[in-house]
């Protein structure tokens, strides 16, 4: 099940991202972005436009008025580069320079994946694309430390991957609110190099305070069970996965390029009703209860639409967020009960038939 999202998750994002990349180039070649022709140089009072015509364009200048520089970012990237390949192999002795900049050259492309697939569900899988770069690295390496290797790698792709996305949603939030994008740029900087301080600190508080990874402990960490079996896996090829896994994988691949290609080239009657694979694969990763969710919201949308399209425009977006904070809050009662022992009235359990 999780190779198969992960291949859902990954195809779907690759195929945006040569799609866009596609887009761009195509532009430069034909000199089509000319200031005069970008929505943001254009007046904004304008009497044929709507209200939140007008609103979306005053966000549009706002917003790239205080871009970041590409070369900025080009160059912040690469120091981080260097700075990750002199003192991550001191750290871990086995991950070579080499292979902290191939997770970086790999990074990229699955950080706009996440980034694409977050901004359809609100639901990051950071932890999907370490996976992918945990099996990459764990695949390749010849030593006795390629199992912390593989696990090292992990790390780095998934800081990568998180990060790039947290910073999105803050760009995301500083578009809406008018905000300038250069402080939500400055406002994650800070966060994430107190971050390099207060992590290692926090971690190394309860690694004194408590047992860790072990059964009695009340801090098991099952997660750094499951990884560690994971990259013995990489390490020990596919060979070890369960039959027909593979075949699966690359069935499901296939089929999210063909999915997205007729829902991009057929008429808008039919592309409305073809699937998002990347909204289909985190149902498919996390749980049912994910697809339960978005198809309810589905409906009530699709409904009030019919209704009174004006009111949505204005106020979908402020009941979409209450209805994910309730769903968040939720969890709270749920732990509570969960901890007190108390079970539901009802159990409804499915399980295979068992013949005598």
Not at 10 to 20: E, H, M, P
Not at 57 to 86: C, N, T
Not at 150 to 178: E, N, P
Request: hydrophobic share 50%; aromatic share 12%; charged share 15%.
């Amino acid at each position: 099940m999780v190779f198969i999202a992960i291949s859902l998750i990954l195809g779907d994002g690759l195929y945006n991202l040569v799609k866009i990349v596609a887009i761009f180039v195509k532009a430069i070649w034909n000199n089509t972005t000319k200031p005069q022709d970008l929505p943001t140089t254009k007046q904004i009072l304008d009497s044929e436009k709507t209200k939140s015509q007008l609103e979306e364009q005053k966000r549009d200048v706002v917003f790239l008025k205080h871009s970041i520089p590409s070369w900025l970012a080009a160059s912040g990237y690469v120091a981080q580069v260097a700075i990750s390949m002199a003192t991550m192999p001191l750290i871990f002795p086995p991950l070579k320079w080499y292979l902290v900049l191939a997770s970086y050259i790999i990074a990229p492309a699955l950080a706009f994946c996440n980034s694409y697939g977050t901004g359809l569900t609100d639901w990051s899988l950071a932890s999907t694309y370490g996976k992918i770069g945990l099996f990459i690295i764990a695949s390749i390496v010849e030593s006795d430390g390629d199992i912390i290797t593989g696990l090292a790698a992990c790390g780095v792709m998934m800081s990568i991957v998180a990060t790039a996305v947290d910073l999105m949603q803050d760009f995301k939030t500083g578009y809406l609110t008018l905000s300038s994008a250069k402080s939500m740029f400055m406002s994650q900087l800070v966060g994430t190099a107190m971050g390099c301080v207060i992590a290692p600190l926090t971690f190394w508080m309860f690694w004194s305070a408590f047992e860790i990874v072990t059964p009695d402990s009340p801090y098991k960490a099952p997660y750094a069970v499951i990884y560690r079996e994971m990259a013995i896996l990489g390490v020990e090829g596919f060979s070890k996965l369960p039959k027909h896994c593979l075949a699966l994988c690359c069935g499901f691949f296939v089929a999210v390029l063909v999915l997205n290609f007729v829902r991009d080239w057929s008429p808008a009657k039919v592309a409305q009703f073809v699937p998002i694979p990347m909204a289909m694969a985190v149902p498919f990763y996390i749980d049912a209860y994910f697809a339960i969710d978005m198809f309810v919201g589905t409906v009530i949308l699709f409904v009030w639409e019919r209704l009174n399209k004006k009111d949505v425009e204005d106020y979908a977006g402020a009941v979409a967020s209450g209805l994910i904070c309730g769903d968040g809050i939720w969890t709270i009662p749920s732990a509570i009960l969960s901890i007190l022992r108390i079970d539901l009235p009802i159990c409804m359990y499915f399980g295979p038939s068992v013949s005598s």
